[in-house]
T-cell receptor, first 118, second 112 residues
Framework: DARVTQTPRHKVTEMGQEVTMRCQPILGHNTVFWYRQTMMQGLELLAYFRNRAPLDDSGMPKDRFSAEMPDATLATLKIQPSEPRDSAVYFC????????????????FGPGTRLTVL | TQLLEQSPQFLSIQEGENLTVYCNSSSVFSSLQWYRQEPGEGPVLLVTVVTGGEVKKLKRLTFQFGDARKDSSLHITAAQPGDTGLYLCAGAGGFNTDKLIFGTGTRLQVFP
């Protein structure tokens, strides 16, 4: 049963601390997405990778957020320093990347990391 | 900027009732998907529609893609408490991108 996995599931930290969230995409998927979800803003795209290369990180606050894919099985999202306004649920999703040529996209989401910054 | 507006935003109904959720845009999408998200979980893909006018059925759920591929609807027949959740539509942003444009969401509560 192929699934996207995310760790940790919950994280409580204090303002100013570094937070690292990890994601293992579905094997064989070549696109990875990081989203943030809040009640007020809904689901926001933070970053998007294709074949491990960052294609779009325009939704991400560059001064404190960074996203990387060290290898095909791991994507990371870091916040340094964290602030209370970063409290949200962060989702990773992966997809087969068929949208590039067909316009037919599907994304499969992980269970999310619930981040609370005090 | 492509936007997807969903209506209604919130819906509370009794078990056995029927309901329809709408997803509207002024933009054309190459395909459109519906997701359901339960509390504490990530969105789960329900269906993808690709052709204008396409209708797909998933048990008691019926999905329709508008003829002009700008809008979609989700109809649930005889809703059950297990249908409770956040329903999200998402449009494919076109060719040469894998990004999806997510709708504003419809939060459905079905009471026994």
């Amino acid at each position: 049963d192929a699934r996207v996995t995310q760790t940790p599931r919950h994280k409580v930290t204090e303002m100013g601390q570094e937070v690292t969230m990890r994601c293992q995409p579905i094997l064989g998927h070549n696109t990875v997405f990081w989203y943030r979800q809040t009640m007020m803003q809904g689901l926001e795209l933070l970053a998007y990778f294709r074949n491990r290369a960052p294609l779009d990180d325009s939704g991400m606050p560059k001064d404190r957020f960074s996203a990387e894919m060290p290898d095909a099985t791991l994507a990371t999202l870091k916040i340094q320093p964290s602030e209370p306004r970063d409290s949200a649920v962060y989702f990773c999703a992966s997809g087969p990347g068929t949208g590039w040529t067909s316009g037919y996209n599907e994304q499969f989401f992980g269970p999310g990391t619930r981040l609370t910054v005090l | 900027t492509q936007l997807l507006e969903q209506s209604p935003q919130f819906l509370s109904i009794q078990e056995g009732e029927n309901l329809t959720v709408y997803c509207n845009s002024s933009s054309v999408f190459s395909s459109l998907q519906w997701y359901r998200q339960e509390p504490g979980e990530g969105p789960v893909l329900l269906v993808t529609v690709v052709t204008g006018g396409e209708v797909k059925k998933l048990k008691r759920l019926t999905f329709q893609f508008g003829d002009a591929r700008k809008d979609s609807s989700l109809h649930i027949t005889a809703a059950q408490p297990g249908d409770t959740g956040l329903y999200l539509c998402a449009g494919a942003g076109g060719f040469n991108t894998d990004k999806l444009i997510f709708g504003t969401g419809t939060r459905l509560q079905v009471f026994p």
